[in-house]
């Protein structure tokens, strides 16, 4: 993830098959990772945990990240294309277990904000398709009516630095990590009024501990629904990494199916309505605050009495959430 306002430059991109080539060829289905059976989160990820985690690479040098959503399409943010140098340069890899390609097309959304990070978003053509295995697959992505309430349970991958200012160390391996979305109307208060908009999608822990950083810009951030697994976030800008009640802030990838089809006509990614059980901290804040004023305007005590006890329940659920999220296990990335 990159500090807000910064740029970064693409050299070449290689898909990071993350163990053995299979020669099976899969049917074009999304979000199925054969090889994850994840619950609690670590730092390394498994071989073919995350089958769709794209490195954009400069020279060999990770600088962003991606998700891979159909055999030649990659999805990133448009903060890591804005001063493109070359497009066509070879990877100097060696790693047998992955696959290179170069990039044909770099579309950035025509309303990309540089200074507000608003539509942070990029789809990269590559140059040829890729083949489907049980470590190459492509990501679901949510449809545009989807709903990622407060608390609902995210993983962020990539190979960006573990830590503010410290990168990480040899060998490399992909590293994941588990954070909960954050409501806009609370992400806003924490970031600066004005700071995430529409667009945007919230997730970390207000304690502190766990975020993306510099370097994972651009990589999945993903839910899960039933077996499969739906991208709700690309991973956009924050205010340090991990700090706390700073969380990290994410392209809504629910707001561009449209143009995400308009672009990709032929093989279309695959959308999926996510619909969220967890508790929306701020849908009950918006309700209780109108409960108030209700209540301030009603004169029947019966009626009050019942609203009272109602908003007491509703505010006693609270600590359930906060004993959740500080249960979760501590890692960096």
Known sequence: RA??????????????????????????????????????????????????????????????????????????????????????????????NEVSRTVATIILHPNYDSNTNDNDIALLRLSSPVTFTDYIRPVCLAASDSVFNSGTDSWVTGWGTVQEGVSLPFPGTLQEVEVPVLGNRQCNCLNGVGTVTDNMICAGLLEGGKDSCQGDSGGPMV????????QSGIVSFGFG???????????????????????????????????????????NIFVLLNLRFIQFFLSRPTVTAHLNQWFSTSLASEPTITSHEQAVTQINL
């Open 3 to 96: 500090p807000s306002g910064s740029s970064l430059v693409l050299l070449v991109l290689v898909l990071a098959a993350l163990g053995p080539i299979c020669q099976d060829i899969f049917p074009p289905v999304c979000g199925i990772t054969p090889l994850n059976n994840r619950i609690v989160g670590g730092e390394d990820a498994p071989a073919g945990s995350w089958p769709w985690q794209v490195s954009l690479q400069v020279f060999g040098r990770q600088i962003c990240g991606g998700s891979l959503i159909n055999r030649e399409w990659v999805m990133s943010a448009a903060h890591c294309f804005s001063r493109v140098l070359c497009h066509f340069c070879f990877s100097t890899s060696i790693n047998p």
């Open 223 to 230: 839910s899960k629904q039933g077996s499969v697994w739906v």
């Open 241 to 283: 990494c991990a700090r706390p009640n700073l969380p990290g802030v994410y392209s809504r990838v629910s707001q561009y199916e449209s143009w995400i089809s308009s672009h990709i006509t032929s093989d279309q990614p695959g959308f999926v309505q996510f619909s969220s059980n967890e508790f929306s901290n701020s849908y």
